[in-house]
């Protein structure tokens, strides 16, 4: 009887007690649910997170130290260029060097040989010059191709071609980039020996950069004097050399990752390699225009090594002088020796 009486006694004190709580949490929820609280809103969040990463050191037993990173703030920022800066410095300068370029054929046209040509033809370059200007830039055109296809190959040619075969081509296009590298360095490296002395500055430089070369005179009739190579050669010349030394030297950084620098080191030759890649490819552009399309009897020099006498005079006549006084005529004669 007095456990019955008891259990009677206690049901409706807890039936009580549960609602009153239910009373105090409801109102609190209400409230909670007027005013749009985000209960996680004083929580960090995960950029924050990322950001202290960098301020913290731990321990690992494996032999690779590297492997501990978990995440690398610098990394993020490497990835934003890549994927969003980049694209828009080649973009600018390759399809702003095409722009010009079509804008200057079409002012300007073709630029002819003024005196036509005399049928009389001089040495300009011999076979191993030849050999070392093709091989670079067989080579160039390659990387050229391959290095492009990681900026814009996702973008331009997947929706082309497709996922799989674009990542087979891909995946060669990368072997091709590394192997074929090797040969564009001895190119470099042959012509810094072969051209460098004629590159140097000289007393005709100030004047054919006041005239434009002659370049922007529709009537062809300004021939400024030049040596072997004028000034615009000379320019040409030193941003293959420079750019290819600074393309060398940071693409094997990467080839042999961590052999010479950490991983800032890495991301640093990463940003110097395809910057100075892109804006080479528009000089490049220029220098394929001016030797092919652009000037009759340019190509020429490059494929028999001999160019036509008139040419040679309005364009390269201290040369042509300096070449005469060798032979002791006023027409040089075609020759087996390399022309300096």
Known sequence: ??????????????????????????????QDAGSGNNPTAQAVSERQLLDELNKIRGRVTIPDGKAAT??????????????????????IAILGM???????????GRIRVAAGESGVRILRFNAIERLAHWTTATAFIILAVTGLNLVFGKRLLMPLIGPDAFSAWSFWAKYAHDFVAWAFMLGVLVMLVAWVWD?????????????????????????PPAARFNTGQKLIFWAVLLGGIALSVSGIYMLFPFSFADINGMQTAQYVHAV?????????????YIGTLGMEGAYEAMVSGTVD????????????????????????ETSAEPAE
């Open 1 to 30: 009887m007095r456990i019955s009486s008891l259990g009677r006694l206690i049901s409706p004190a807890a039936a009580a007690l549960i609602l009153a709580l239910g009373l105090l949490v409801v109102p609190a929820r209400a």
């Open 70 to 91: 978990l995440q690398q703030p610098q990394g993020r920022d490497y990835q934003g260029f890549h994927e969003r800066v980049l694209p828009w410095i080649g973009g």
């Open 98 to 108: 095409l722009v010009v370029l079509a804008l200057f054929y079409f002012v300007r």
């Open 199 to 223: 590159n140097l500055p000289d007393r005709y430089d100030a004047n054919w950069l006041k005239v434009g070369g002659g370049f922007f005179d529709k009537s062809n009739r300004t021939h």
């Open 276 to 288: 100075v890649g892109v804006l080479l490819i528009a000089v490049i552009i220029a220098h394929i």
């Open 309 to 332: 006498l008139n040419w040679a005079k309005e364009h390269h006549s201290a040369w042509v002088a300096k070449q005469q006084a060798k032979t002791g005529d006023a027409t040089p």
